[in-house]
């Protein structure tokens, strides 16, 4: 059973550029969230979706940000018109569909670390 | 506001000697609780977990303590390994119904040969 894949790893864009940040959860995994990772900090939540769902959004900044996670396929974090301040650690997790979601175990994938130029 | 915290941002142990690494939480509603391991250039790695209605559980060398009087997290490894080295980050529900974390800033590990 492979584990949460995210890809790119690494992503370099210029400022202004939008930014395309993938996550495969781990197989029977239909909960997602994602988090940002600033250097020599924790991981701050963003987002947390289930299949075609937003269930919580509230650490998503307003503007620029978004985030799908569709029937088929990945779930995307799409970061438009990308920020210095943007550059960041961004990893997924991915928990059990039958998972308790007030607690259970998250899998965190290798995250893709964006650096914006 | 809702915060996780550790005492020490870096602890430095001799190989083979237990380690205590610390967590401050201040949501006293938080009722589930989580360490996770990070090497560097890697996601973070499940280590241990603890519902609030527990305070202690152990898995293979490691042991969680949870204080709720003092909302405090411990985290010990006995027996230290070099392969232990790595930030050991402390997360919690805050009573969320939808799952989501908050992290602490992390301790590093160093482990010495």
């Known amino acids: 059973n492979a584990g949460v894949m995210q890809n790119p790893r690494h992503l370099v864009r210029r400022r202004g550029q939008e930014a395309r940040l993938r996550c495969s959860p781990m197989?029977?995994?239909?909960?997602v969230y994602w988090y940002r990772q600033l250097p020599e900090e924790g991981l701050k939540f963003m987002v947390y979706l289930q299949k075609e769902n937003i269930i919580d959004e509230s650490g998503m900044p307003k503007e620029r940000f978004s985030a799908e996670f569709p029937k088929e396929g990945p779930s995307i974090l799409r970061i438009q018109q990308v920020v210095r301040g943007d550059s960041a650690a961004y990893f997924c997790?991915?928990?059990?569909?039958?998972?308790?979601?007030?607690?259970?175990?998250?899998?965190f994938g290798p995250g893709t670390r964006l650096t914006v130029t | 506001g809702e915060s996780v915290g550790l005492h020490l941002p870096t602890l430095s142990v001799q190989e083979g000697d237990n380690s205590i690494i610390n967590c401050a939480y201040s949501?006293?509603?938080?009722?589930?609780f989580i360490w996770y391991k990070q090497e560097s250039g890697k996601g973070p790695q499940f280590i241990i977990d603890?519902?609030?209605?527990?305070d202690k559980r152990q898995g293979q060398r490691v042991t969680v303590l949870l204080n709720k009087t003092v909302k405090h997290l411990s985290l010990q490894i006995a027996a230290t390994q070099p392969g232990d080295s790595a930030v050991y980050f402390c997360?919690?529900?805050?009573?969320?119904?939808?799952?989501?974390?908050?992290f602490g800033q992390g301790t590093t590990l160093q482990v010495k040969p």
């Open positions: 603890i519902r609030s209605n527990m």
């Open positions: 997790a991915s928990q059990f569909t039958g998972a308790d979601p007030e607690g259970g175990e998250q899998y």
């Open positions: 949501n006293s509603a938080s009722d589930y």
């Open positions: 197989k029977g995994h239909s909960h």
């Open positions: 997360a919690e529900n805050g009573r969320s119904n939808t799952g989501k974390l908050i």
